[in-house]
């Protein structure tokens, strides 16, 4: 084996693997309907989530249309911070679907504030 090919092959074989698997992360496979109903039930006592349903006066959190409108909020970053326990929100589980599904109606809402 040629171990000095090794620092030209590894950095180009990882730009490649993490290309791809950014390309998948950004790809929407949820349900944004779907979402938008999870939502709606399980995140609206909190947040504004869309539609009508109102905001906890004493618990002030972003609107989801204020987390889409976020330049720096991606799918990859949502489906981390959903999968992530957090200090000021309940320990939710979710799974797999559910994250997709809330990923694509939250990505869903950009644009719309």
């Known amino acids: 084996?040629?171990?000095?090919?090794?620092?030209?092959?590894?950095?180009?074989?990882?730009?490649?693997?993490?290309?791809?698997?950014?390309?998948q992360a950004q790809e929407m496979v949820g349900d944004p309907e779907a979402g938008a109903i999870f939502a709606?039930?399980?995140c609206a006592t909190c947040h504004i989530v869309g539609g009508?349903?109102?905001?906890?006066?004493?618990?002030?959190?972003?609107?989801?249309?204020?987390?889409?409108?976020?330049?720096?909020?991606?799918p990859l970053g949502l489906r981390v911070f959903l999968n992530s326990p957090h200090r000021n929100m309940p320990n939710l589980i979710l799974s797999e679907k559910e994250v997709d599904d809330?990923?694509?109606?939250?990505?869903?809402l950009r644009g719309r504030r």
Not at 102 to 108: F, R
């Open 52 to 74: 009508d349903w109102p905001a906890n006066p004493r618990n002030p959190v972003p609107a989801f249309e204020e987390i889409a409108s976020t330049p720096s909020v991606t």
């Open 102 to 108: 809330v990923i694509a109606y939250i990505m869903g």
């Open 1 to 23: 084996m040629n171990y000095g090919a090794i620092p030209t092959i590894l950095p180009a074989s990882m730009f490649l693997i993490l290309g791809l698997g950014s390309a």
């Open 40 to 42: 709606q039930r399980v």
